[in-house]
């Protein structure tokens, strides 16, 4: 695999590219089928690090699970589950953590290491531990790991102190089976958990309210394997495409894309002066004479997607005027500033908020640190004079499929 790319910038991209499914959605779906009996056939699901690595955990788990034709995953659960989710895999990625609610669900006794993944703040998943005891789960954490033990989990109202996309789908995953009735508020409403939500009713779960920040769970007795599930579009892809437009000063068309998972994205587009066009399962973005400065802070769905913000400032970079970003998320977002800052972005930053002053980009060898900074150099790398060298694509690698590819595509000067 190769482990850095040369860009030549000033290309203008035009043209039409199709966005692959959702990481963030594929990753909890594949935890929750460790509930399901049976055979589910998975659509949609693009062959990444990260989505690689859940196979692997499903595989450990004793479920098979492997790629089949056009980008599906053929699942079949059919033998007796192991309860210790590998360190290695856990401490890779920490939407590997999702399987401790499935698990404990499904078996009674979940012990999953204590996770890894990105560097961009603490991310801590005390959130899932309390949800999780909360449905009547004996939780002890030593030597590294969190060993959660209940013979059936019970109904129960579950208040998140956080609106945290990773223990909502926590919770929801083991609420499936649980006795009774759960109710999380303050619950997480991104797109993603819709997502799941949707492929846990098709499987036989009793769920309302996802979407909203108070989702009810009636649990049943089991859940079955589903013939053809579609994993919703990739909202972050999709964004980073239409970026890859603007800051080219082109025009590209993405499909495969859904205007209601963008719409606090796409409004901030339009107030940088772009043209956005949508339709059913298409969005459009073309440059319209000039790129404005604007203000944006990173907040939960329906808010500006943290995921996105990175990206966005590679835009802000090279616009007209000042703009100030506030990271509400992650403490530890900003570090692709330094990097930027070396193709000669001007950039202050104060804790979580970010002062960009629109310069002029001139390329420079970058370090990715991180996956949503790999695509923000990237950008930047599109629009920079001269020839651009971004290394460490493993982190790009483990969230979008073939992203280089698609720029080239649609005319980006790129040498793998």
Do not use: W
């Not at 053809?228 to 964004?239: A, C, N, S, T, W």
């Amino acid at each position: 695999m190769n482990t850095s790319v040369s860009l030549r910038g000033k290309k203008q991209l035009i043209g039409t590219i199709k966005s692959s499914g959702a990481k963030n959605a594929i990753l909890p779906i594949l935890s929750a089928v460790i509930m399901l009996d049976g055979e589910t056939t998975l659509f949609n699901i693009p062959p990444i690090g990260d989505v690689n690595l859940m196979i692997r955990m499903l595989n450990a788990l004793n479920i098979r699970a492997e790629y089949g034709f056009n980008n599906n995953i053929q699942i079949l659960n059919n033998k007796k589950i192991k309860h210790i989710a590998p360190y290695d895999l856990v401490t890779s990625m920490r939407a590997s953590f999702f399987v401790a609610g499935p698990l404990l669900a499904k078996t009674g006794y979940a012990k999953v290491p204590l996770p890894g993944g990105c560097s961009i703040g603490q991310r801590p998943v005390d959130i899932h531990i309390k949800g999780l005891e909360k449905l009547g789960a004996q939780v002890r954490i030593e030597h590294g790991f969190v060993e959660f033990k209940a013979a059936k989990l019970k109904g129960a109202k579950v208040e998140l102190s956080f609106p945290s996309v990773g223990a909502t789908e926590n919770i929801l995953n083991a609420a499936a089976l649980a006795e009774g009735e759960t109710i999380i508020t303050n619950a997480a409403r991104e797109p993603e958990i819709e997502d799941l939500a949707n492929f846990l009713r098709q499987a036989g779960a009793q769920i309302e309210g996802d979407g909203t920040s108070r989702i009810t769970v009636n649990g049943v007795q089991s859940l079955t394997g589903i013939d053809k599930y579609h994993v919703m579009p990739d909202r972050i892809e999709v964004g980073t495409l239409l970026l890859a437009g603007a800051i080219t000063k082109g025009d590209v068309t993405v499909t495969n894309a859904k205007q209601a998972h963008l719409e606090c994205f796409l409004e901030k587009l339009d107030k940088a002066g772009l043209n956005i066009t949508c339709d059913e399962n298409t969005i459009r973005c073309q440059y319209n004479g000039e790129i404005k400065a604007i203000d944006f802070e990173t907040e939960p769905h329906p808010g500006f997607p943290t995921d996105l913000q990175a990206q966005l400032m590679a835009l802000l970079c090279v616009a007209d005027g000042k703009s100030v970003i506030k990271e509400k998320i992650f403490e530890n977002r900003f570090m692709h500033v330094n990097e930027l800052k070396r193709m000669g972005a001007s950039i202050s930053t104060d804790g979580r908020i970010a002062v960009v002053n629109g310069a002029k980009l001139s390329g420079a060898e970058v370090k990715i640190t991180d996956l949503r900074a790999g695509a923000a150099l990237i950008l930047a790398g599109l629009v920079a004079d001269g020839t651009t060298i971004v290394y460490g694509l493993k982190h790009l690698n483990r969230g979008y499929y073939n992203l280089l590819g698609k720029l080239q595509e649609i005319g980006a000067d790129i040498s793998l």
